[in-house]
């Protein structure tokens, strides 16, 4: 008798596995259907400095204003995304140069301290990085202190 009770658990528990094996299939079938277009659409939209932390985002910025020679200190920065679907001035160089660009960049302002060490260090930045995290350019503006 202790038989006939092991035998219906073990059949029982078989048939649910088989059940629960040809479901798995049928959903991985389901799953492995692929659409060639969405996967082309998700390409397009990827941006190299959705990925970054806003640290290196920083150092990139100040890094290159510091190689161009500008003194570069700041109390307060600004970070934000911008989309342009054509191609569009993002701002002009010190020679008067426009720069322009199409897809995704950042603005990065670096505004300068309440107190700065000495006036060279009175500038507050703009800086423009691609969507690769280049910098396309910058732009820069002395305040007079209150």
Sequence with gaps: M???KC???LMLFLAAFMIG???EQLLAMDVSHTDD????????GYSAIMFMTDLEIIKRATDRLKALGEK???????ISIHHCDNKTVI???PKGNRITYKGDYLKIVFYPPSKPPSPEYNKCFTVYLDQDGNVLGYTSQI???D
């Design 91 to 93: 701002c002009t160089d």
């Design 21 to 23: 094996c040809s479901a």
């Design 37 to 44: 277009d969405y996967s082309h659409e998700a390409q397009e």
């Design 72 to 78: 570069v200190a700041f109390q307060e920065t600004e």
């Design 7 to 9: 035998v219906i658990p």
């Design 143 to 145: 305040v007079d202190g």
């Design 2 to 4: 202790k038989k006939g």
